[in-house]
């Protein structure tokens, strides 16, 4: 694992955008973050990517910490925490990197962060703008949806979105707990049974740029046995 630190300041907003095989959306990203939100640190967690992520992010310049080992979403993310909570941050934002989240809204999720919420997730299916995923994962979300609803009395429209941000203490608690596995499910209903208070605002998504998710083939079937057994753990 390694730390660039040349470009670290001491913003109190970091944006972690986990990244694996994204040498084709990575550089995009992290200037439209820079562009459009100049008041974020921008930490991106390479998860030991076979392509060319590293020379992308080389060439942009921007914090990066380089995973030896893949550890799939929830691995960067809870390391991306880790970075977070040493570094005494008041909120962290998580994007994804394949390029569907737009970096226009980190400003108001900070500002609600700032008003006393734990958590807020940028939800596709408030106002139903934008890229509404594929029909066998919009199924998904429903299911997702509902049991979340059922577990915690708590409707969560979005439950599998990868924008969120959360304050100092979820950041505390993500560092040293974060599921492993497609974790945005899990982890929500982890905060909400730990007395965290978690919204939601309307954003608008976009489709993915370039590059294949990572739930294909078969691996819806498997995502959603996963997740339903982490979210009833939790």
Not at 3 to 10: S, T, V, Y
Not at 108 to 113: H, L, P
Not at 162 to 187: C, H, Q, T, W
Request: net charge negative.
């Amino acid at each position: 694992m390694r730390f660039d630190l040349d470009h670290m300041n001491e913003n109190r907003y970091l944006v972690i955008i986990p990244a694996f095989n994204e040498a084709e959306n990575i550089g995009r990203i992290v200037n439209e973050v820079r562009n459009t939100a100049p008041g974020f640190d921008i930490l991106v967690v390479n998860d030991c990517s076979e392509d060319n992520t590293r020379e992308e992010l080389l060439k942009c310049g921007c914090n990066c910490i380089d995973l030896s080992n893949n550890l799939g979403i929830g691995g960067a993310m809870q390391t991306g925490y880790k970075w977070a909570d040493d570094h005494g941050y008041d909120v962290a934002v998580q994007i994804d990197g394949d390029g569907q989240h737009d970096p226009s809204y980190l400003e108001e999720m900070v500002k609600i962060i700032g008003g006393g919420t734990d958590m807020v997730i940028g939800s596709r299916y408030i106002d139903r703008r934008g890229y509404q995923s594929t029909a066998p994962r919009r199924a998904g979300i429903r299911y997702f949806s509902r049991l979340i609803g059922m577990l915690t009395g708590q409707t969560v429209t979005d439950p599998t979105s990868g924008m969120r941000a959360v304050g100092k203490e979820l950041i505390r608690v993500f560092a040293g707990n974060y599921p492993a596995d497609y974790p945005e499910p899990e982890s929500t209903v982890l905060a909400i049974k730990k007395g965290y208070s978690v919204s939601e605002i309307p954003v608008e998504m976009r489709e993915r740029h370039s590059g294949s998710s990572s739930i294909a083939g078969v691996m819806p079937l498997y995502y959603m046995i996963k997740v339903t057994i982490g979210i009833l753990s939790a």
